[in-house]
């Protein structure tokens, strides 16, 4: 789950993987941002892009998958020039691409899901990418929903909470303005109405 071939294959057998709307927290934690320049990382088909890109922003939309690319570029058009022209698609590995340091005013990495090391590896490069006064936004599966009926991969390593992100930042260089555990709804595979958690980080990279 953690290759290309992977997705792809994924993407291929789906007409659409993803809801087709931005991730909540991401709505909830950039809405009051200035727009600039956003790196957005795992941009999948394209939402949390789109919705940057309609207000402003100027985003780079990193995936692995060509597929989940053509998609969110096909999103971006039917949207119009306007939106379309403010994004960048970018075909990387992510485990090993590094964005451009002290770039981008924010920095956007929803359920970027990895083994502990190439995980911690990623979130220090875009860490380094957050410009002065811009804003890093990791949000991730907490923890606790392996303990739900949510499925969830019987894998631990792969999720963390905002505290270790938080305790993974320079303070000299970062205050972290939220790391919690946030509740939402959500249905189980048998439909089910259960609560299930976010891990949001939301830090400031210090002028």
Request: charged letters at 20%.
């Amino acid at each position: 789950m953690f290759d290309e071939q992977f997705w792809e294959e994924r993407y291929r057998s789906h007409a659409a993987v993803w809801s087709g709307r931005p991730n909540p927290q991401l709505v909830a934690e950039a809405s009051h941002l200035t727009a600039g320049a956003a790196l957005d990382v795992g941009s999948g088909e394209g939402a949390d892009v789109l919705w940057l890109a309609a207000r402003g922003w100027q985003v780079t939309a990193v995936d692995f998958s060509t597929i989940a690319l053509q998609r969110g570029g096909a999103h971006a058009d039917a949207l119009g020039a306007d939106v379309a022209g403010r994004i960048r698609w970018v075909h990387a590995d992510l485990t090993t691409w590094a964005p451009t340091e002290g770039h981008f005013d924010l920095v956007s990495a929803q359920f970027m899901h990895l083994p502990t090391a190439p995980r911690q590896a990623l979130f220090a490069r875009l860490a380094t990418a957050v410009a002065p006064g811009g804003t890093l936004l990791i949000v991730g599966h907490h923890p606790s929903d392996l303990q739900t009926t949510m499925p969830r991969p019987p894998m631990p390593d792969l999720f963390f909470t905002a505290e270790e992100v938080a305790d993974s930042l320079d303070p000299d260089q970062w205050d972290v303005l939220v790391a919690d555990a946030r509740p939402r709804p959500a249905s189980d595979a048998e439909g089910l109405e259960i609560t299930i958690h976010d891990a949001v980080l939301r830090a400031r990279k210090r002028v």
